[in-house]
C-alpha cells in the first residue's frame, strides 16, 4: 500500500503563487516518476508537470516558465511552485506517482483545490 498526501492548495489573485507538495509514504521500494495532474470543473484530467527519480521534466505547455515540479527522493516528496498564476490554472490538483511496494502500483493523491480570482 502507497498513500499520497497533498498539501499547499488555496485561493489566490491573478499573477500569486501557490506551492504544492506532495509525499508518498508505506511500503515503498522505489518511485519512478512523480507527477501533478489538474482537472477543472467540465474538463478531462490533464498532466501538469512530471519528474522522473533521475531528475528528467517535462511541463504541459501552458505551463513553462510559470511552474516548477522538483522532488526530494530521500523524503519521497514531489512539490510545485505556480508563479503568475492565471485563472486558467483553476482546478484540483492531483498528485501522481508510479511506484513499486513491492509490486509496481500507479498513486493517485486525493487532490487539491486550486482557485485564481481575476
Known amino acids: 500500500q502507497v498513500q499520497l498526501v497533498e498539501s499547499g492548495g488555496g485561493l489566490v489573485q491573478a499573477g500569486g503563487s501557490l506551492r504544492l507538495s506532495c509525499t508518498a509514504s508505506g511500503n515503498i521500494v522505489s518511485i519512478n516518476v512523480m507527477a501533478w495532474y489538474r482537472q477543472a470543473p467540465g474538463k478531462q484530467r490533464e498532466l501538469v508537470a512530471a519528474v522522473s527519480r533521475g531528475g528528467n521534466i517535462n511541463y504541459r505547455d501552458s505551463v513553462k516558465g510559470r511552474f516548477t515540479i522538483s522532488r526530494d527522493n530521500a523524503k519521497n516528496t514531489v512539490y510545485l511552485q505556480m508563479n503568475s498564476l492565471k485563472p486558467e490554472d483553476t482546478a484540483v490538483y492531483y498528485c501522481?506517482?508510479?511506484?513499486?511496494?513491492?509490486?509496481?502500483?500507479?498513486?493517485w493523491g486525493q487532490g487539491t483545490q486550486v482557485t485564481v480570482s481575476s
Open positions: 501522481n506517482a508510479d511506484a513499486r511496494a513491492p509490486s509496481y502500483l500507479v498513486v
